[in-house]
């Protein structure tokens, strides 16, 4: 798969570099064709999204949170492989909303990763996927997701 920068670029977004886990963890693990990545919050170097959704964050800002998330996710995607030439398809995310018990919109969040996915990846980086929401997250970020990749190893660099 191809990243689109022109649509990095063109949404404003930058691919930071991977962040180092917060917690006695590791960031991926690769068995077999698969990547398994740990929970990435709504962090992204400089651009970060705290709060609860529906209270103090915005749905619209929580979309934001969401591809937040799936950039920090991409970055350790590309230190794990060394570019995304052998990412063969994104086979699931799984996003946690930071909110309270009577929203209902989890959807609509994750719907800022699973759009930005496509965008930048095209058609084939379409996936399942689950939304969530719960009381509380990481450091108080609004968004966590994780995700499965499948993978070519022998396209590895």
Known sequence: MQLNQDILDQKGLKLNP????VGSYVQCL?????????GGVSINGDVSYY????????IEDA???AQ???LNRLAVISAELGSFDAM???VAINGFVNCGPDFTEHAKVLNGASDLLVA?????????????GVISLPLGVAVEINM???????LIK
């Not at 709060?51 to 915005?58: E, H, I, Q, T």
């Not at 930048?120 to 969530?132: C, K, N, Q, T, Y």
């Not at 499965?148 to 022998?154: A, N």
């Open 68 to 70: 937040a998330a799936i």
């Open 51 to 58: 709060g609860k959704v529906g209270a103090d964050v915005s």
């Open 30 to 38: 690769r068995t077999g064709n698969y990547l398994h990545l740990s």
């Open 18 to 21: 991977a962040p180092a886990p």
């Open 88 to 90: 063969r398809r994104i």
């Open 120 to 132: 930048l990846f095209g058609p084939e980086a379409a996936h399942s996927r689950s939304a969530v």
């Open 148 to 154: 499965i990749v499948e993978i070519e190893p022998e």
């Open 63 to 65: 979309q934001c949170a």
